[in-house]
């Protein structure tokens, strides 16, 4: 039988497939010019125009069927099944499955979780990517290094989970421990080292991130108390949403700087880094932080040799000093190309499911809406909760969707 | 530029420095892999992959010779001679007969057993066990030994998995069903979008900018959101759970990505030779097969990797429009993730499944990594 080898049917399906759609292609173009419209007899002239009218559409269809039955439809297919009831026959139950849904507090932790990733992944991959983008620029080995830093993105979200559970794995006190992590981690001793990598190390980086986020949300809100240019109204929400959300972040980080000081760590004993909650999302987020990296770095070192050189000559014969430059002479002027790949891993982030799945499948807090969704969908064969909590990601996607389509808009006049 | 601030060597030096340290951070946890997928079960569950890349210090157990055969009659005395390693020499640091202190003498002392018993071992492996007709009777003397021990790898792990092993560990089938859901949803969509990106960048009609717009907004709708009203379609029409649907649905999810990077490389290619070829009477499709898939090869080629990495690394859609409860079709990273679930402290399994999957993707990506680049650079950047 055909079927019972999938190489060979994927062979055929291939050559089939490929066949049919150039074929389609080929002769519905002959059957509309020799056929419908043909270039000959009294009508030539009008013939041509008329299947130069119809031509686009041919070459459009096969494209244009797929993106409406397979993406456009189900988006609305989705939010009426949000709205019904499988087991009620689909009746319409109105916003049943939505209060059902906020009524779980699973919903509620992996809408945290999910902000978490948001503002955590998206941050460190841009800045570690801009990081190694701006350290590799001038370097004689720059391109190998930005070579295997970008090489997990070749890498499965799962196959980066293995390498990671390997690295977070535990083995009792009494043995040698296996996973990198805990064989660190049982060389801290609370003596001077430990202070300097646990308690300096983490204040110093929290405040590092405190004053990054501080200093974004005032390039934000400055142009409101300030005479900015743009002051287009509906960029002030916009505005005053960074701005909040920056000082709810600085705070956190300042908060969490000063918390480093007094927490008891359990020194010299092993720990079971995924169930530890609240600090295991950041052991899963590691995960894709490690992949995006080298996506936002291929991207930025791009718009980093895009710079003009004389705006960093001006710069060098003012007397900037190597910070200044990159800081006020280089971060403005690829400001459009850093929001670019912020909205692109933030994509990448609200879909996450596989490495959620494959490391801890949600328990001990880790939920995030992808996997929630995953699980009402297949595991609790509840369509109608499944659905609402999908249309809630595709709620968080559409501002980016508007600014992506307001963009290509923008470029195309 | 930075000798013109004059700062250069210091800097320069702390440049190389972070660089390295960024590499090797970002290179460990693959190399931890790597390696663990060469190592057996025991070896990885006694001691850190990073140790086995140096010799190490193990504790061993031999057996001399039996004395039925080979003890020799020395006066009233008798004794064994012989050498303890048979294959592997080690080198000996400390040794024992007791497993209460294994490395209580060092090479070439002498044990002292009760009555006159004795044991003498060399550091290159020969002993001597020397006692009466009682004492050197029944089953050889036990030596323990404590020995530098070389990194030992071996092929072992991708026998079993690749060749041999139980139909949970043997990862051969699940490799080809991947290759059959990869290719044909590699190849089609490139097809399909090819020629409604050509339409799209070169063919005048009403509502053309609604539909680029409409690309770019597809671009990114959650995958999520498809699932189940596709899952329902597929098994209304007859389709059900397969290759086809998930040829048909990675074709669909990989479209908006494909109009819209093959448009955006053929709006540049230049005007003049599609005008010049309208002019010597081409067909729009002749221009197309001729001239414009032949240019567009390398956006072609972007495409063709992303995709690939794309559908060989996915999960959410195999699993979802593949995998039936016969799981004959099952896909190697589905077979990762039960693996997890079932295997989860095998890691000379699990390394090596994981590394299987991940072999080819890393191969594509280091070969072709000019056409990947391009592609995340025209995909991305406006």
Redesign the interface.
Known sequence: MLTDN??L??LV??VI??GA??GY??FS?VVL?KVIFPATGPNAGRNINRAN?V???L??F???F??T???????F??LR?SLTDRSLDGAFVGFENYRKMMAESKFWEAVRNNMLWLIVVPAASTA?GL??AQ??D??RW?NL?K?????????????????????Y?T?PADQ?????LN?VWLKFDGGIGSVLMLQVLPTLMYLAFAAIVAYVAWLFVKDIVGKGQDRSVWLLPLRLLVGVAGVWLVWLSVSSAIGVWSAELPHGEPQTWLTLSFWNNFFLMVVLI?IQ?G?AM??LS??LRGIPEET??AA?IDG???FQIFFKIKVPQIMG?IV??WT?IT?TV??V??IV??MTNGQWETQVL?NY??DK??RAND?GV??AS??I??LL?TP??VW??Y???K??R | MASIAGKKSGLTWAVHISVAALVLLWLFPTVGLFVSSFRSGDQISSSGWWAALFPSEQNEVYRTADPKDKRVADGDMFVVTGNIFESAPRDIKAWGVSSRDVAAYQPGETAELKDGESVTLQADGNYVWRGNDKQISGRGQRIFITATVPPDFSLENYTTILFSGSGQDNMAKAFFNTLTVTIPATIIPIVIAAFAAYALAWMEFPGRALLIAAVVALLVVPLQLALIPLLRLHLGIGIGKGYLGVWLAHTAFGMPLAIYLLRNYMVGLPRDIIENAKVDGATDFEIFTRIILPLSFPALASFAIFQFLWTWNDLLVAKVFLIDSTGSTTVMTNQIVELLGTRGGNWEILATAAFVSIAVPLAVFFLMQRYLVRGLLAGSVK
């Open positions: 999938p190489a049917l994927g399906t291939i497939g490929v759609c150039l292609f080929f173009n010019d009218l031509r686009p559409w070459f459009l096969p494209a244009v797929a993106l039955l397979y993406l456009a439809y189900p988006v297919e989705t099944l570690f990081l190694v350290l590799t001038r370097i720059g290094a070579s295997l830093i970008f090489m997990p993105m070749a890498i499965s979200f799962v196959g980066a989970s293995v390498i990671f559970k390997l690295i794995d083995r040698n421990q296996i996973g990198i064989a490690w990296t996506f291929v991207i791009a718009a960093i000559e060098i900037a000093n190597p190309t670019v790949v692109t994509l609200l879909k499911f596989d799945f494959a992808a969704m995953y969908l297949f369509w499944g659905s999908a249309i990601i595709m996607v980016i969707l992506n389509v963009n290509a808009r470029e195309m």
